[in-house]
């Protein structure tokens, strides 16, 4: 008895880290490389799109307003987010190349989660911006200013950082003493945590914390900032003024259905039911993956401002190269009647 006492405080007080996980990826697929060329597409046309944007966003002065400050944040994480996963995701499966140190599963793990936590709340805070312009017009200009909007973006990134690190960090706490196959297409926290054998109590708190903090919340922000626009819009009298403001929430109401039903169904699914690990990892990669490659079309194609600033660089750069050609032949014509003048 007394034997068993002590070597269970051994074990307790012995965290057992190892060198390397495996990722299991999918299993008995034909033709799954097809699948991870589609992601190398996927990656290519979301850095175009979300570089694109930022571009834009950049280099047209009439978009430096604090709405399309929140835009700029949403490419840029999306850009983020999707480097983070990709290019590792890719190099593991098509290369095969399945193992991954222990450190270096814990930074896939915290930058994916980071990324998709900071796109969570800055659809929030496009539906904030969407509120006070359609509730509280006469008082945009005070609530929505580039000072506040930068404290908000920063307070959100520095939270954020704390509490999806508190999440991964404590998996430092915990010993991996059973099997290291990782069965998921990346360092996913929950397949990780499953595989200690030791208490996973603060584990368990931290999971249900991200989740209310990252989905939850800012769900039932974004659903009362709508009830209110809703409620604002059926006092305006004006068919044409209530659709005009209408046309400015659908783009953003079209980015909070591409990111939240796909991940709320993953998630309420495989509480509720059991799903085979295959269709799991399908529907999680293209979670994770297809808003980012979403959002810059939508953007782009549904805001006004947007296409009248692409039209607005359009126009200015094809006068300028135009300008530069002109300039060009005159100094040709010059150099030729010089050199005429000389024989």
């Not at 008895?1 to 002590?6: A, I, Q, W």
């Not at 697929?29 to 699948?35: A, E, L, R, S, W």
């Not at 800012?218 to 305006?236: Q, W």
């Not at 003024?241 to 980015?255: F, V």
Request: with cysteine.
């Amino acid at each position: 008895m007394v034997l068993e006492e002590k070597s269970s405080r051994i074990f307790n007080s012995t965290f057992v880290r190892p060198a390397q996980f495996y990722l299991s990826g999918f299993s008995n697929i034909p033709h799954v490389k097809y699948f991870y060329v589609f992601l190398c597409f996927v990656y290519i046309m979301t850095v175009l799109g979300n570089g694109f944007l930022l571009s834009v966003i950049y280099l047209v002065k009439t978009l430096h307003t604090p709405k399309y400050l929140i835009v700029f944040n949403l490419a840029l994480v999306d850009l983020c987010g999707s480097t983070a996963l990709i290019p590792k995701l890719l190099d593991t499966f098509l290369f095969d190349r399945r193992y991954i140190v222990y450190e270096a599963c814990l930074s896939y793990m915290f930058f994916v989660f980071f990324f998709g936590a900071v796109e969570s709340w800055t659809l929030v805070f496009m539906a904030y911006d969407r509120f006070i312009a359609i509730c509280f017009p006469l008082r945009y200009h005070s609530f929505v200013t580039k000072p506040a909007i930068v404290a908000m973006l920063l307070f959100k990134w520095i939270f954020l950082l704390s509490i999806i690190g508190l999440m991964v960090g404590l998996l430092d706490r915990i010993s991996f003493c059973r099997s290291l196959v990782i069965r998921s297409f990346f360092c996913d926290h929950g397949p990780v945590y499953r595989l200690a054998c030791n208490d996973i109590t603060l584990n368990v708190i931290a999971v249900y914390l991200v989740f209310i903090t990252v989905l939850c919340i800012p769900l039932i922000l974004i659903i009362f900032t709508y009830v209110c626009i809703s409620v604002a819009l059926n006092r305006i009298v004006s068919g044409e003024k209530r659709l005009r403001a209408l046309k400015t929430c659908t783009s953003h109401l079209i980015l909070v259905g591409v990111f939240f039903l796909p991940l709320l169904g993953t998630n309420f699914a495989s509480v509720a039911s059991h799903i085979h690990p295959n269709a799991r990892i399908i529907n999680s990669t293209l979670t994770h993956t297809i808003p980012a490659l979403l959002n810059p079309i939508i953007y782009a194609l549904k805001t006004e401002e947007m296409l009248n600033a692409i039209k607005k660089l359009y126009k200015r750069y094809s006068l300028s190269s135009t300008n530069s050609q002109k300039f060009q032949n005159h100094q040709t014509v010059e150099q030729h009647c010089i050199h005429i003048n000389k024989c």
